[in-house]
């Protein structure tokens, strides 16, 4: 399920990509960002390619690498989900609204990520909480939004849902201009579903 070498350092590396879906950054501003030396970061990135999970460009004098969005994803939705706990750790105000409305949620399978000023970290006490749901089809909307409106009246915060197919999520992120679905991924935490929407990420980026 996971790759053989589970390094911390591997999993801050997946992490900090995995929070920048579909960009790439240099090995030296990798290791800058997670506060790790160099040398250690340029030998786990070239573990973690040699393992699949991220893709590697070499320039001259440079080391680019992104996240391979098709390789193994569970373990890309393992460290989501590490992620998603260690931003509630950070927002425990939200612990309580998210813990009342995902678990309430009857549908097979979806997709919920959070997004906007909480999770760009400029939400003032007036501040929703933005969630993106991501649904099988047309005919799941009803379920989502009636269980908003429900939990809503129970939690302390505000709730600002905005629903899409997976298909229609798709057609957006390919899109050559801003739009809902990629502000969602440019500053996310997937509270949940994380293997569909890395299946779709897959096919689409």
Request: glycine share 4%; net charge positive; with cysteine.
């Amino acid at each position: 399920m996971y790759p053989a070498t589970l390094s911390k350092t591997s999993v801050e590396i997946v992490a900090f990509l995995a929070s920048h879906i579909g960009r790439s950054y240099p090995v030296r501003q990798i290791s800058g960002k997670i506060g790790k030396d160099y040398k250690i970061t340029y030998d786990t990135t070239k573990k973690l390619a040699a393992q699949g999970i991220l893709l590697i460009e070499r320039r001259p004098r440079l080391v680019i690498c992104r996240l391979n969005l098709r390789s193994n994803t569970q373990f890309l939705s393992f460290i989501e989900s590490l992620r998603f706990s260690h931003f509630l750790k950070k927002k425990p105000d939200l612990r309580i609204t998210v813990a009342e409305l995902l678990p309430r949620i009857q549908l097979p399978y979806f997709s919920a990520i959070l997004f906007g000023s909480y999770v760009k970290g400029t939400a003032t006490e007036k501040s929703d909480l933005d969630i993106l749901f991501i649904i099988p089809d047309r005919g799941a909307e009803k379920i989502v939004s009636s269980t908003v409106a429900s939990v809503e009246r129970l939690v302390p915060k505000g709730l600002h849902e905005v629903i899409l197919t997976y298909e229609e999520f798709s057609a957006l992120l390919k899109e050559n201009k801003p739009n809902v679905a990629k502000e969602a991924l440019e500053n996310h935490i997937v509270a949940y579903g994380a293997e569909p929407l890395y299946r779709i990420l897959s096919e689409t980026l």
